[in-house]
T-cell receptor
Framework: DTEVTQTPKHLVMGMTNKKSLKCEQHMGHRAMYWYKQKAKKPPELMFVYSYEKLSINESVPSRFSPECPNSSLLNLHLHALQPEDSALYLC????????????FGPGTRLTVL | DQQVKQNSPSLSVQEGRISILNCDYTNSMFDYFLWYKKYPAEGPTFLISISSIKDKNEDGRFTVFLNKSAKHLSLHIVPSQPGDSAVYFCAASYPYSGAGSYQLTFGKGTKLSVIP
């Protein structure tokens, strides 16, 4: 299995909703990442987990809450989002620490109304 | 300050010809470089990478060249095919610093259109 999967593919939520994005990989990768990508922009790093521990938080607002239940799963919990948070949310994983290459999932297209 | 720059937002090439995508970087601490390809509404797909100890890496139709003195790298696609039409991102990473991962710094991307 050489894939990173993400669910759901699309999500529409109101500003008062609570929702979660899910990411899964079975490549034995020990680093997992959340990125946010706006149209015509490069991916922006949000969080990094290595060995199931949060190692990097790029000053992301607390309305985004990551969770790594085990080495294969990564969640992003969303609460009280703003319309400007609408974006493509990408999960990635890498064979840390031996390799730099990150492998991305297909993303979740999030729309906040 | 943008540390990885892709100065051409778009590029059009005829099918069968060579596509050359360029990338410049400013930070001499970067030691590993990667190219990703992205279709609309999909995640980036890893294409090819190169370590700073090399000046060329080849994988099928894709070749990446690194010129460290000029802080420049390029991706060559030969021959170009219509299915190569996508946005191509250049990315760079530092040596591992103990922060728990390798962070990638991305360029803004170049949209390649291969015309049949």
């Amino acid at each position: 299995d050489t894939e990173v999967t993400q669910t759901p593919k699309h999500l529409v939520m109101g500003m008062t909703n609570k929702k979660s994005l899910k990411c899964e990989q079975h490549m034995g990768h020990r680093a997992m990442y959340w990125y946010k990508q706006k149209a015509k922009k490069p991916p922006e790093l949000m969080f990094v987990y290595s060995y199931e521990k949060l190692s990097i938080n790029e000053s992301v607002p607390s309305r985004f809450s990551p969770e790594c239940p085990n080495s294969s799963l990564l969640n992003l919990h969303l609460h009280a989002l703003q319309p400007e948070d609408s974006a493509l949310y990408l999960c990635a994983s890498s064979h840390f620490p031996s390799r730099n290459e990150q492998f991305f999932g297909p993303g979740t297209r999030l729309t906040v109304l | 300050d943008q540390q990885v720059k892709q100065n051409s937002p778009s590029l059009s090439v005829q099918e069968g010809r060579i596509s050359i995508l360029n990338c410049d970087y400013t930070n001499s601490m970067f030691d590993y470089f990667l190219w990703y390809k992205k279709y609309p509404a999909e995640g980036p797909t890893f294409l090819i990478s190169i370590s700073s100890i090399k000046d060329k890496n080849e994988d099928g139709r894709f070749t990446v060249f690194l010129n460290k003195s000029a802080k420049h790298l390029s991706l060559h696609i030969v021959p170009s095919q219509p299915g190569d039409s996508a946005v191509y991102f250049c990315a760079a990473s530092y040596p591992y610093s103990g922060a728990g991962s390798y962070q990638l710094t991305f360029g803004k991307g170049t949209k390649l259109s291969v015309i049949p």
